[in-house]
């Protein structure tokens, strides 16, 4: 759509040399995309020279706070984009096509933001878009992101402070499928124990949200109400 400016797409990784390369060439594949940007921090098994290989601009992080939230700030801080898509590095069957799928709702004008949920399935595909979207697959508007306060970046919870942003605006998301993507979960990743501890970790430090004075409940409603789900 005219008017609108590049994208670029940020990707967080640590210790993702699995799965990486794919997703950065899915990422270079979308029409829409001007750059594919990887923030690794603190990998120790070749994720960033993986990604590179792939045709993907590596930012290092050194001596990072080691979180998701920062590893996203850097690459948008690194990128003079006007809207980025947000790619996790552990997905699996991710395409072009379901990138491009993801631009377009914003690039059309249709939503401030557009988010990309995994296939689990008919049953779980019918619910899924109407619950929070926690999902790392999402096309956000610079002014978005850069307007979560700094002290309010922080691990897994970044996503909830994205979602915040467009709730208490009010402005319009669209939720669609991404046929056949999943990912690899952190069980996969670190085996059963450990995995188990981080995933709970993970839900711990979302669960702390849900507080006065933090996340109002309310804003979930107020997303529900302008969100649109695409199939
Ligand atoms: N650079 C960087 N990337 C990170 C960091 N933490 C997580 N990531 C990346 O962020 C993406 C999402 O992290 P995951 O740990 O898979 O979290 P998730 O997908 O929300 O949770 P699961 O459902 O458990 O997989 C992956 O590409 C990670 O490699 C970090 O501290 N630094
Ligand atoms: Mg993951």
Redesign the pocket.
Known sequence: MAGRGPIDVV??????AA??AA?VAAARGCRRVREVV??????RDG?GDAAREAGAKVIT?AG?????A???A?GVAASDAEAFLF?????TGLTAAHLDGLCRPWLEGRAAMSIGFFDYGPFWNRLLPWWPP???ERLVPRWVFEAIPPQKLA??TI?VRINEVIAEGRLPTVARLMPGVS???????LGRRA?AA??WA?YRSLLALVKPGDIRLRTYATYLGGLTVER
Not at 11 to 16: F, G, K, L, S, T
Not at 64 to 68: A, F, H, I, L
Not at 183 to 189: A, I, L, Q, V
């Open positions: 990707m967080p990784a640590r210790d993702e799965t990486v997703n990887v923030v690794d921090d603190g990998s994720t992080l990072s706070k080691g979180s998701k920062h590893a996203l850097a790619v996790d590095a552990d997905c926690l999902t790392g691990g897994y996503e990912h690899r979960t952190k069980r996969d990743k995995g981080a995933t993970m």
